[in-house]
């Protein structure tokens, strides 16, 4: 086991109090507080392993990622046997979307201290986002046998009973983490807020207050908890002082999270879309039709079309991917040149390499059924690629009424920064309607738009309309696709193991408060 006192090896007392300091910070969340303690210290041992990786925590904090990702590698390339040095390093790859070094850099921690629970949790949480449940599971097992009352190792489990439709197994763990210890439970308040039939209380909701209006109470678990208090206040009608929370969780969220960098984001669409102006060359042979991407912005109805055709007998549900996105990040380290800039560069050959790569890493969601869903919602930036490199794979687009789509993704507590303000959330929508126009004017045989409304209104004609597209010939058991058993990792988890319902649209209860928010969209004010 690597120890402290090797990692302060030959730092001064005065330097280790600055680091302990920042420690502190970072754990409480008050990052410029930890950037002020690292101030001197680094000044004066810019080289240091350990301060590096503080540092890089804080450059990770402020959104400065590739500049953490460099303090950190150096910090490696110095102390390659400190196991925080790895583990950091995977939350880095993670923020860009590099997941397998983020796997890699994650397990490393683990071989390094095999008897810490907290690295083999990080390690479990980043298979189950990948979507690797039988891997997270083995992994939570890991840590509950180092400790048994791990409280993030426990909701993780139940979290992964709930994703396997499980929910009693999952409530009963769920409400026995919330009793031993409440104030540390926030992700657990959350999950429950998310489960259907509610089962938090009135009690529940006291309890919720308590904890979020404590400021003695870690961001980590206050944010979540806000959340989950402002669903529940939903779910009892409370409008007015659901939003009220939902304000003040966005905020506290603000406040420890590195800010959305809207001007980058939509930079990188442009040159993206300026790259497919003209298409590009495409893979010479019939390959892709295999593949059924769903993409979409968040709480949109992606993960009930994905659950529509994982019911058919030739499809699999294959979940959030990261492989196509893991596939161009290897492919631009290749061509020492980020993606779209070698999009044009590319001969029919190399299209076709790209896209049996993304195949062989996929291969596992075509052992039990011919064909597989690819449901990362993100993918929708790289539909031209996706198309270039498999000519044959189908992209469904799902799309929701502007305002119920932000209004989702400003309840739900949801990772991406955008959603912290009606600002940001109302350009990301601009940018994903104007992008996915894009690819359905400019491959409109393999770009299929499903609008959510519609479906919700007529299933029946909606379900064959897509079948079609996919071409699947229709099949009875699609209609009832909240009877099939597959693991869903989503919040709506239990809402597809439901029939569809009709009573999604929250935008009219919520009425004028959403002003701003119609106003960012370009919307009318509300009429009663």
């Excluded at 089962?199 to 904890?211: A, E, F, W």
């Excluded at 960098?261 to 019939?286: C, G, M, V």
Aim: proline share 6%; hydrophobic share 40%.
């Amino acid at each position: 086991m690597f120890t402290d006192s090797q990692r302060l090896a030959g730092l001064p007392a005065d330097l280790v109090r600055h680091r302990n300091a920042a420690v502190h910070a970072l754990v409480e969340g008050r990052i410029d507080a930890a950037a002020e303690a690292l101030t001197e210290a680094m000044n004066r041992a810019p080289v240091q392993p350990e301060l590096l990786r503080l540092q890089a925590l804080v450059d990770l904090r402020c959104g400065r990622t590739e500049q953490g990702i460099g303090l950190l590698l150096q910090a490696r390339a110095m102390r390659p046997e400190d196991p925080l040095i790895h583990d950091a390093l995977g939350t880095a790859y993670e923020a860009v979307s590099d997941h397998m070094r983020a796997r890699q850099s994650l397990f490393s921690a683990c071989r390094l201290e095999p008897d810490n629970p907290g690295f083999w949790f990080n390690y479990a949480n980043r298979l189950y986002e990948v979507g690797d449940n039988v891997g997270a599971m083995h992994a939570v097992d890991r840590v509950l046998k180092l400790d048994p009352r791990n409280t993030q190792g426990r909701g993780l489990f139940a979290t992964l009973m709930m994703a396997s439709g499980r929910n009693d197994q999952a409530l009963d763990m769920y409400r026995s983490i919330v009793r031993d210890d409440p104030f540390r439970a926030g992700i657990v308040w959350w999950w429950l807020a998310t489960m259907k039939p509610l089962p938090l209380s009135i009690s529940d909701i006291d309890v919720m207050q308590r904890i979020f209006l404590d400021r003695s109470v870690l961001p980590k678990d206050r944010v979540p908890t806000g959340f989950a208090l402002a669903l529940t206040l939903e779910n009892r009608g409370r409008i007015e002082e659901a939003f009220h929370v939902m304000q003040m969780a966005h905020a506290l969220a603000r406040e420890i999270s590195p800010p959305y960098d809207l001007k980058r984001a939509s930079t990188h669409q442009d040159d993206i879309l300026a790259q497919f102006e003209t298409r590009p060359a495409e893979a010479p042979n019939a390959q892709g039709r295999e593949v059924l991407f769903v993409v979409s912005m968040p709480r949109s109805g992606s993960t009930l079309t994905e659950q529509i055709l994982a019911t058919h007998s030739q499809v699999d549900g294959g979940g959030e991917l990261s492989d196509f996105l893991q596939v161009v990040t290897d492919e631009s380290d290749r061509e020492k040149m980020t993606f779209p800039d070698w999009v044009h560069s590319h001969s029919p050959e190399k299209w076709r390499l790209l896209g049996q790569r993304y195949l062989a890493r996929t291969r596992r969601f075509r052992a039990r059924k011919p064909r597989f869903t690819d449901k990362s919602l993100g993918n929708w930036l790289l539909t031209g690629a996706i198309l270039s490199a498999l000519p044959e794979a189908r992209v469904i687009v799902v799309r929701r009424d502007p305002l119920e789509t932000c209004l989702a993704c400003y309840r739900y507590m949801i990772t991406h920064a955008y959603t912290h303000s009606f600002a940001d959330l109302a350009a990301v929508w601009r940018n994903f309607d104007r992008g996915v126009r894009f690819w359905q004017e400019r491959y409109p045989d393999r770009v299929y738009v499903q609008h959510y409304e519609k479906l919700v209104a007529n299933p029946e004609g909606q379900i064959r309309k897509l079948l079609e597209f996919c071409d699947l010939a229709f099949e009875e058991a699609c209609l009832t696709f909240h009877e099939t058993e597959r693991f869903v990792t989503t919040p709506s988890a239990t809402q597809v193991r439901e029939p569809i319902r009709k009573d999604t649209a929250r935008a009219r209860k919520y009425g004028a408060l959403l002003d701003p928010l119609r106003a960012e969209l370009g919307l009318p004010p509300f009429t009663a």
